[in-house]
């Protein structure tokens, strides 16, 4: 395969890909349907004549699959670790006056991949080097991992499999118990790839790294491990990034790979220095623990002194309160560092830390900041009995092997950042650019107490401004996002107060029942709300408890006045009530889809992603277009119609 043509296919695939996601899960477009099928229709035939299909190919229905256990299998040959060092002259001189490649050694989980007759037939983790577990269909979800080759032989290699930084933030994001939290992207990374259930493994962006092929029957690679890295490229493996070296250009390419590690978004704990020649490499033969083809090279970890300012202890939407050490400014690895996280109350009394202190600091895997030493050792940092947001009182609690700080006041303001969250996601008020860490952070400094506060952040935008990841252009899109969400209609409103049981559809049925009306929803008693057709027991209580609370109609009234609730469409307009319309394609009259279909469903309208027996009409501007939901509209006799025939038939 042509080296233009594997790299064609990964940008037809990343592409098509963000373009469903934004389609089916963002309900926006970055192209049209005719311009997503010229593409997949151009994927598709590079498939046929590559013969390389990657894993991640939206031309690959993937089935997910579920195993009991992960059977454990031993490897044809075993899997041995490398000599390490980490002085850069030690590895110019293991060189000699040889060729080689130096490349990432990246900090995932070693895979080994089996393909037979161009298909992908086994995955092996490396274990324990002699055994390992067999997760292949744990591999096939993999982000990028070819499932289909154009090789013909029997094809065995090796490779990482890593979960880079900005996924590991992503996932623990989500996550909320801070002690549930993953560590680093490694555990993270071991935990997907050794899934039971293969579809867990999908959603976590695995992605696999070739690094050293093993055997491919029949080829010649010319001696050259060059060669079986460029054999692995044009069969549509990413390969692990590297560079040709001698004695005299290894120290500039350390260099490099140094300069780059600081944004690099793979995690790597080092460098793999391996001969060219490979008949070479294998005459030296081997230690009882090493290969003598490669070393690895470590970053030698750049240490500095500083003086310990302050700790800072930062609370979190769990009621967890995490240490954090202030200290005089170093350089560390290029950059400026003031803090360091100390993780818990463990690792803060082991450190035996005080104000004041003579400590060492360094940058693990020359990217997160850690005190390495406490060379004075005086131990006197009080443990706060009060949390610093809410004055309310701390609590060590025993987490596993860790003794962590909690604020156990159920009010504290930190606590409400869920609250908060969910107040300002898409449904509900829809403010752009309020994500949950950027709310954590408004709260904990104090800038944000109740719902109506998030109208008034412009008090604050001399502070905000400074903030890091702001600056004049975020926080002048935060404001335009605020300014726009002022204007909202009532079911969005109930929705984002947080009431117990009430989801968007109940929040939309209460407001229909009530013909819109906010004071009689606010004084309805649990009777009546029990009446109603849809809402039992449960759900009256909880929203009538809710508005029966003083200082949650204080919050709302306050609200209020930062709001213009939209009128709504009477019951009697209901004109498409029982009607169900799917929306798909650009749109010209409305900004975006779900502009539409609030417009249908205002109307008694139901809106739903696939077409079906019985959708009354597929709303498409490209009514010839070969795409799935055409033709399955075709295939059921479900009308096609243009956004401008379906204005004129249903909202005229």
């Not at 192209?31 to 590559?50: A, F, G, I, P, V």
């Not at 156990?408 to 898409?426: G, M, Y």
């Not at 229909?512 to 759900?539: C, P, S, T």
Request: aromatic residues 8%; contains cysteine.
């Amino acid at each position: 395969m042509e080296q233009n043509s594997a790299g064609r296919m990964k940008e037809l695939v990343e592409l098509l890909n963000r373009a469903s996601e934004s389609y089916y899960a963002k309900d926006t477009e970055i192209m049209s349907n005719l311009e997503y099928d010229k593409l997949y229709d151009e994927l598709e035939q590079l498939e046929k004549e590559t013969g390389v299909v990657l894993a991640n190919s939206p031309t690959v229905k993937v089935g997910y699959e579920a195993v009991d256990e992960l059977p454990k299998e031993r490897h044809e040959q075993p899997m041995l670790s490398l000599g390490k060092t980490k002085d850069r002259e030690e590895l110019r001189e293991w060189l000699q006056d040889k060729s080689a490649l130096l490349s990432w050694k990246l900090d995932g989980l070693t895979i080994v991949l089996s393909y037979q007759g161009g298909k992908l037939v086994k995955a092996v983790t490396r274990g324990n080097g002699e055994v390992g577990e067999v997760i292949t269909n744990n591999a096939k979800v993999f982000k990028n991992i070819p499932l289909s080759i154009p090789f013909e032989g029997d094809l065995v290699l090796r490779g990482e499999a890593v979960i880079t930084y900005s996924d590991f933030e992503r996932i623990n994001a989500e996550i909320a118990e801070e002690e549930a939290k993953y560590k680093n992207p490694r555990n993270l990374c071991s935990g997907s790839v050794r899934q039971l259930n293969s579809e867990i493994t999908a959603k976590r962006n695995v992605r696999f790294y070739a690094f050293q092929l093993v055997s491919a029957l029949g080829a010649d690679f010319e001696n050259s491990r060059k060669k079986q890295a460029e054999f692995l490229e044009k069969m549509g493996f990413d390969v692990v990034e590297y560079k040709e070296v001698d004695r005299d250009t290894i120290l500039d390419a350390i260099e490099y790979f140094a300069k780059s590690i600081e944004n690099y978004d793979v995690p790597s704990d080092g460098l793999v220095l391996t001969y060219e020649d490979i008949a070479y490499g294998q005459s030296l033969g081997r230690t009882a623990k090493f290969p003598r083809h490669s070393i690895a090279f470590k970053w030698a970890d750049e240490i500095r002194e500083t003086t310990l300012k302050e700790i800072e202890w930062s609370p979190s939407r769990t009621g967890l309160i995490n240490p954090v050490a202030i200290f005089e400014p170093v350089e560390l690895e290029g950059t400026t560092v003031s803090r360091a996280s100390v993780h818990n109350i463990s690792i803060l009394r082991g450190l035996k830390l005080g104000i004041g202190d003579k400590i060492t600091v360094y940058k693990a895997n020359m990217i997160i900041p850690q005190i390495a030493e406490n060379l004075t050792g005086s131990d006197t940092v009080e443990i706060p009995e009060y949390c610093p947001v809410c004055a309310g009182q701390t609590q060590i609690k025993q987490i596993g092997d860790a003794q962590m700080l909690y604020c156990v006041n159920p009010k504290c303001e930190v606590k409400k950042i869920k609250a908060f969250t969910l107040f300002a996601s898409r449904d509900a008020l829809n403010m752009d650019g309020l994500s949950e860490a950027t709310l954590e952070k408004f709260v904990a400094k104090g800038y944000i107490h109740q719902y109506a506060d998030l109208f008034r952040l412009e008090r604050y935008k001399d502070e905000i401004v400074q903030m890091e990841g702001f600056g004049e252009k975020s926080y002048k899109n935060l404001y335009d996002s605020i300014e726009k969400a002022r204007l909202t209609t009532l079911p969005r409103l109930l929705y984002g107060l947080g009431i117990a049981n009430i989801g968007v559809a109940n929040a939309k049925m209460l407001c229909k029942y009530f013909r819109f009306d906010l004071e009689k929803m606010r004084n309805a008693d649990v009777e009546e709300l029990g009446q109603i057709d849809g809402v039992g027991e449960i759900i009256a209580t909880a929203f009538h408890d809710y508005f029966q609370d003083a200082e949650n109609n204080v919050q709302l009234d306050l609200l209020l006045k930062e709001l213009q609730i939209e009128e709504a469409v009477e019951e009697g307009e209901q004109t498409l009530a029982g009607k169900v319309f799917v929306i798909t394609g650009s749109l010209n009259h409305f900004p975006n889809r779900d502009a539409m279909k609030e417009e249908i469903e205002k109307r008694g309208g139901k809106v739903t992603g696939s077409v079906t027996g019985k959708t009354d009409c597929l709303i498409n501007n490209n009514i010839t277009s070969t795409s799935g939901k055409n033709k399955k509209a075709k295939e059921l006799n479900v009308p096609i119609v243009s956004e401008e025939e379906f204005m004129k038939k249903y909202l005229e």
